[in-house]
């Protein structure tokens, strides 16, 4: 069964950090590109970080470049969060990827084929 388990979201203040975590199972997920995503309230999903298989790449949206860190062991990814800001709340989703050729596939979130739940983050001003 596959399964993709996000944890670690919550209520911060700007200003503040968050870190989550997914850890992927049912597949050789250590060979796939692992990807964050999230989704506002009435906003379209958008994406937020990746990091390729072997975690020698990561890819990072302009908004979050510079605050966000993501890193990998193996199955399981980090979203470091720092500086947050209340536009950087939504709810945040881990995804994997596989056969990803191109940096610019990394970004693409019709690419990624599995999905975890979602874990709620909050910013308060």
């Known amino acids: 069964q596959v399964q993709l388990v996000e944890s670690g979201g919550g209520l911060v203040q700007a200003g503040g950090s968050l870190r989550l975590s997914c850890a992927a199972s049912?597949?050789?997920?250590?060979?796939?590109?692992l990807g964050w995503f999230r989704q506002a309230p009435g906003k379209r999903r958008e994406f937020v970080a990746a990091?390729?298989?072997?975690?020698?790449s990561t890819h990072y949206a302009e908004s979050v470049n510079g605050r966000f860190i993501i890193s990998r062991d193996g199955a399981k990814t980090t979203l470091q969060m720092n500086s947050l800001k209340p536009e950087d709340t939504a709810v945040y989703y881990c995804?994997?990827?596989?056969?990803?050729?191109?940096?610019?596939?990394?970004?693409?979130?019709?690419?990624?084929?599995?999905w975890g739940q979602g874990t709620q983050v909050t910013v308060s001003s």
């Open positions: 049912g597949r050789t997920f250590s060979t796939y590109a």
């Open positions: 990091i390729n298989w072997s975690g020698s």
């Open positions: 995804a994997a990827a596989s056969g990803l050729s191109s940096a610019f596939y990394y970004s693409a979130d019709t690419r990624y084929s599995y």
